[in-house]
Every structure is written in C-alpha cells, then in structure tokens.
C-alpha cells in the first residue's frame, strides 16, 4: 500500500519553470530521505535532488543553482522547483523514498513518473 504519486510535468519552453510534486502514502514520511532521479530517452536514470528526513539537500551539478528540493512533512510531500529550464533537463522525473534501518533492511520505494519535455 505504499504509493509516490507524481504531479507537475509539463512541455515548458527553455527558460521557463515548473514544480513537480510527491505525494507519499503508507510510509512514516519524517523517517525516509527524498529524491528526485530523472531517466532520459537512451541515458540511465540519475540522481537530480535529495533531502534528508533532517533537510540536508544535494543536487547533481547539472542543476545546481537552476533546482530546489523541499519537503513538506504535515502533507507527506516533496517537491522539485525547477528554473532556468533547459532542452537537456527533458526526461521523465520520478520520486524516490528511502529508509536506511540500522540494524535491518533499507527500503526504497518509487513513483511511476512524470514527464517534463523543455523545447528550445
């Protein structure tokens, strides 16, 4: 019964902007660190943005000052703000769930997608 639904994508123009939404159910959300991957058409899926259950966030440097990761714990939420879009940030966006149990296992979840096509 876990489910990461995804909302946002969109065909934009480059240079414009769009919010991707996450919203998580079945998972105790404040406990899982949050991602956002991206999978091109014939590129493997890479890590885009993370945020930690205690808010440190990375960004691949390809997004880097372009990208904002942020969670809203009290809706079960996560979100990627992306500006500055380019034609080379067009691919499908999923969400990613992660807990890391010491001692135990780690569990990952993922959402089905959502695509974000930036033409130039």
């Known amino acids: 019964q876990v489910q990461l639904v995804e909302s946002g994508g969109d065909l934009v123009q480059a240079g414009g902007s769009l919010r991707l939404s996450c919203a998580a159910s079945?998972?105790?959300?404040?406990?899982?660190?949050m991602g956002w991957y991206r999978q091109a058409p014939g590129k493997q899926r890479e890590l885009v943005a993370s945020i930690s259950s205690g808010d440190t966030t990375n960004y691949a440097d390809s997004v880097k000052g372009r990208f904002t990761i942020s969670r809203d714990n009290a809706k079960n939420t996560v979100y990627l703000q992306m500006n500055r879009l380019k034609p080379e940030d067009t691919a499908v966006y999923y969400c990613?769930?992660?807990?890391?149990?010491?001692?135990?296992?780690?569990?990952?979840?993922w959402g089905q997608g959502t695509q974000v096509t930036v033409s130039s």
């Open positions: 990613n769930a992660q807990r890391q149990r010491i001692p135990g296992p780690t569990y990952i979840y």
């Open positions: 079945g998972i105790t959300f404040v406990l899982y660190a």
